[in-house]
C-alpha cells in the first residue's frame, strides 16, 4: 500500500508541475499586454513553483525507499492540496 502511495504522490508532484506551467503561461500572456510589476511577479511565482514540483519529482523517484512508511498519507495530501490550489488559480486566472 505505501509503494502505492508515494506513486501518487510523485504523480501528483507531476500534475503539479503541469498546472504551475499553465499558470506560468498564463501570467506570460497576461504579462506582454500589461507589463505590470505584479504580473512578473506572478510569472516568477508559478516559475519557482515548476521548480518545486519537478525536484520533488526528481527526489520522490530517487529516494521514494527512504521515506518513513507512515510519512508517505501525509505526502500525498500535501500533494493533492497543492493541486488542488493550483488547479483553482488557472482556473480563476483564465476567466
Do not use: C
Not at 8 to 25: K, Q, S, W
Not at 44 to 70: D, I, K, R, S, W
Request: aromatic share 14%; no cysteine; glycine share 6%.
Amino acid at each position: 500500500m505505501t509503494d502505492e502511495l508515494m506513486w501518487a504522490t510523485v504523480a501528483l508532484a507531476a500534475v503539479n508541475a503541469l498546472l504551475a506551467g499553465g499558470l506560468l503561461i498564463v501570467y506570460a500572456r497576461s504579462f506582454t499586454k500589461v507589463r505590470a510589476p505584479f504580473t512578473l511577479g506572478l510569472m516568477m511565482f508559478a516559475g519557482f513553483f515548476v521548480a518545486q514540483n519537478l525536484l520533488a519529482v526528481f527526489a520522490y523517484l530517487t529516494m521514494m525507499h527512504y521515506f518513513p512508511e507512515g510519512l508517505h498519507v501525509y505526502m500525498v495530501a500535501i500533494m493533492a492540496f497543492e493541486a488542488l490550489a493550483l488547479a483553482v488559480m488557472l482556473y480563476s486566472s483564465n476567466q
